[in-house]
């Protein structure tokens, strides 16, 4: 069964970092290319990274530009995210994908995916 399951959300102070996780099983994950996306309440779910499969190319939303990073470890069937100097407007539902698409113009579309996790809320608030 194929399962893509996030941790490591929780309440964190404006400024502060988190270390999202997204543990992938019943595939291998060096198969898949994989992206970050958040949904904020009464909006629609927006991208915020991708990774190629190897890990050698990312790329970013402009709106995390410079606070969040993307990395896998496909040893581990681990992707990660990692977000420091978080802001209020951070706030949102944060779920990983998995995709088999290789045209990276497709990639910050929500369609182009193939498996999401249930998400890991984060919370930014003082």
């Known amino acids: 069964q194929v399962q893509l399951v996030e941790s490591g959300g929780g309440l964190v102070q404006p400024g502060g970092s988190l270390r999202l996780s997204c543990a992938a099983s019943?595939?291998?994950?060096?198969?898949?290319?994989m992206g970050w996306f958040r949904q904020a309440p009464g909006k629609e779910r927006e991208f915020v990274a991708r990774i190629n499969r190897s890990g050698g190319v990312t790329d970013t939303a402009d709106s995390v530009k410079g606070r969040f990073t993307i990395s896998r470890d496909n040893a581990k069937n681990t992707l990660y995210r990692q977000m420091n100097n978080l802001k209020s407007e951070d706030t949102a539902l944060y779920y990983c994908?998995?995709?088999?698409?290789?045209?990276?113009?497709?990639?910050?579309?929500?369609?182009?995916?193939?498996?999401w996790g249930q998400g890991t809320q984060v919370t930014v608030s003082s």
């Open positions: 994908a998995a995709t088999v698409v290789y045209n990276d113009r497709l990639l910050p579309r929500t369609y182009a995916y193939d498996y």
């Open positions: 019943g595939f291998t994950l060096d198969e898949y290319a």
